[in-house]
């Protein structure tokens, strides 16, 4: 449902914010969409954004945004798999023309132009207002993901706007979870935590 989501989107031309529970895939699914937009279409730059380099790109970090990439691509059916050049924050795609552009930092965005911008944690964001400048011309297809983190940030403020069109992908959607595991975490956290 996500991915569809995402792709209407893209068809459309349109903003988007994914309001997530924790441990849910979005971060996955964005970046297995982003390869393989990059292998089936042609001339994609896809842009990638979150609060620190690490959480990009980070050699060897199954929870790094271009490990999963790399490894989404590597673990492709060979008749699917085009070539893939890996470098720090950046994957190109020789055969397609297409890009995944890594950023981080107050200035995502700023300068560049994308046809789809993923922005991962967006509420977690330092220097949030900057960011929101940067991006604010780079593409028409920007899709904000994140949990939650109270109402003082630009992605709280565009989540209740009625602006944007939201996709919740919520803790009961995962087949992993239920009022039993619910129950039990909040034993051992608060229940705004959980």
Request: aromatic share 10%; charged share 25%.
């Amino acid at each position: 449902e996500f991915i569809q989501w995402v792709m209407g989107h893209i068809r459309s031309g349109t903003p988007g914010l994914c309001e997530k529970s924790r441990d849910m895939g979005a971060s996955w699914s964005i970046m297995a969409l982003s390869v393989t937009l990059c292998t089936f279409r042609r001339g994609l730059t896809i842009g990638v954004g979150s609060r620190k380099e690490m959480l990009i790109d980070n050699q060897g970090d199954p929870s790094s945004l271009f490990f999963m990439a790399r490894f989404f691509h590597e673990h492709l059916p060979s008749e699917f798999r085009t070539s893939m050049v890996s470098a720090h924050m950046r994957l190109t795609f020789p055969e397609t023309g297409c890009a995944i552009i890594g950023e981080a930092g107050s200035e995502i965005g700023r300068g560049a132009r994308t046809s789809i911008y993923f922005l991962d944690e967006s509420a977690f964001v330092e220097d949030a207002e900057s960011i929101e400048a940067s991006l604010s011309a780079t593409t028409n297809v920007r899709i904000d993901l994140s949990s939650v983190n109270g109402l003082s940030n630009p992605f709280a403020r565009k989540r209740f706007s009625g602006n944007v069109d939201v996709f919740t992908m919520h803790w009961r959607s995962d087949p992993r979870k239920n009022d039993r595991w619910y129950n039990q975490k909040c034993k051992e956290l608060p229940p705004s935590v959980v």
